[in-house]
């Protein structure tokens, strides 16, 4: 269930009542007010919020709002219905948008986890320990700009997809500075088995990456928690870049393009399985011209990862063949 808590002026809510009677809403109450606007309180099923929430937004005016609360729980509680049996989307547009867009910014405190991650892992995997490079992942928050970029061209939204870049170069190219300053101190004369790994790709790393960015955006749009499939994202994408910045300060250029064609792999899968299930999720704008926007940029990024994904396989067989 979600309570929807309306405010805007009395006379762009005449037509509130008739609204909720057409999506069959029992619970629907006035809840006061104060000066010129008139609050009211409506009780919906998860499965028709987004519909209402859309519907909502044509009536409310400059100064109108719409407050999105989601319980902890209703009672009595209720069977849940057909529709939200089947329904697999539990988490509505705005709710999204909040959640992916606040993992987006580029803050003193996303750059400083970055930071503490990047350090973290390079030491762990110079002195090849697996225990303190499953630690960095905790920390690191990759997750968010990565998400955020498949979202943008859903929604077709430019100033979301430029923070979303900036925080993705900014974020990735830290941890390779950090990581290669580590790598002058440190020279890996004889690497460890941890970076390693992280300098051999395969078509195993492409479907690791896929899997990585689906499990993030289901776990967005679903509602459940991103923590675990954020620590995933991480590993697919903190590891190699902290690889490629120590093998190029240990002036290790061969294993550096492993690393290197490593990362850009997974930053290209991540950003595709997670486009594909946000068109398969059904993730669009409200209104048609933004949605006629964001068909177009849904296409063009497809085209792009598809097409960059095509080159680095064929680079991946190449160099293994």
Partial sequence: MRLIEVIAAPENLEKLPTIVRDFEIKNFWPAGGKLDLAVYRILVEQEKSQELLDALQGILGPEGHIVLITPEAVLPRSEPSSEERKSSLQTTREELYEEVE????????????????????????????????????????????????????????TKLLWSAVKANVVGLGLAIAIAFAEGLLWPASLPSQELLARTDVGLDSIALALASGAAASLSLTTGLSSVLVGVMVAVALLPPAATLGIMLGSGQNELALGAGLLLAVNVVCINLSAKIVFLYKGIKPRTWLTTEKARESSTVSLLIWLVSLAILTGIIVVTRG
């Fill in 102 to 157: 606040k993992g987006a910014r580029l803050t003193s405190n996303f750059l400083l986890l970055v930071a503490l991650s990047t350090f973290v892992a390079s030491i762990g995997m110079i002195k090849d320990n697996i225990a303190v490079v499953i630690g960095a992942m905790v920390i690191a928050p990759l997750l968010g700009p990565n998400i955020a970029l498949a979202l943008s061209t859903a929604l077709g939204d």
